[in-house]
DNA sequence: AAAAAGGCCAACCGCGTCCCG
DNA sequence: GCGGGACGCGGTTGGCCTTTT
């Protein structure tokens, strides 16, 4: 998986499988000279390959380091969750696989994985369901009568970039949900409890925090764990006397001052999550209305884009929580709930 | 048994980025 | 700042192997 260089672009060669002579050259020479430069390789080497077919040739197949094989369960599971998240950015995936290369993760998406997704009714991009146009009208109208019905508590909006553009959607679209849904039975909840310091607090109702920690482990895979702040204490320990502060994935809590850019007279809160960048803004509370719930703010919240799982977010929203009014087709990084 | 079709995977392609002079 | 070489990456495809007809 590997260009190639231009004194071997400039005239086609004929697809060319290496024999073991070959190879047995190539590891020779690397084991020799190094990994210095791959330019001087196939002369040092004596291979009639170009550079980067000989770099590609050790990468791909040669290097000591790679596991040859079927793929594991585990592997296409961390295959499946890291391009939930990155789509198909195959040397990005492979890092969570070390003995795996790029190209063994695509050929498997691509004979597998994507197969498997396609009869499964699945969207091999976003890994939602594909629904029809009907399914969607009948989400529409679901969202709608929640509206009507039932007291908001949420207002929700999302964007992949915290630029001024999308910060002004974020104030001006408000999505009144009834919860802040997730595709597991838990709810996360995010509050302001105090007048001058926000408090975050992540909850999860009638759920254990094992429960929650299979939840946010969806990030495992990528090589991290979730930090958990189930309790008010535990949350405002966490943030700073601005109320900013960061909650590092690795499960240590660790303060930043804000960066936010906030426009004058906006009170609202900073609270950053890894890479995404929450917005919460006071509110006045409205509170037992759903039990146990604490979720009585206003919250804005805004994505960066880089690391975040807008996909699953989307799929997340859509399929558990399905009382919203979204549109699959709207593109996903200018996602909002309006 | 043989030809055709399909699947898989290594190798190739083109483009973007980085780095250095 | 610019140009060129080297490298990295995602997409594509040729060729081999297996399965089907």
Redesign the pocket.
Known sequence: ??????C??KH???????SPEEDEKLIRCLATHGHG???SVPKLAGLH?C???C???WL??LRPDLKRG?FTSEEEQIIIDVHRIVG?????IAKHLPSRT???V???W???IK?RFISQGLDRNTHNIICSDHQKASRKVACNISHTHQQPISVLSLNSQTTDASMEMIKNSSVKVPNFQFPFPQTLDITTTDDQTPNVVWTVKGQSSSDFTSFFSHGSSLGSTANIISSSSSSSSSLNQDGFGIINPCGEATLKSSEAPRSEGDQRQYWRYDQKTIWISKMETDDDQFGEAKVNQNIDASFDAANFDLGFMESTLLSEAGLMDFDLASDMNDLAWN
């Open positions: 998986m590997d260009g190639h260089h231009l071997c672009s086609k060669v004929k697809r060319r499988l290496w430069s791959w330019s390959r550079a980067r077919s770099r590609s040739r791909n197949y079927s198909n950015k195959w040397a990005q790029d190209n063994e695509k050929n498997f691509n004979s597998y197969k």
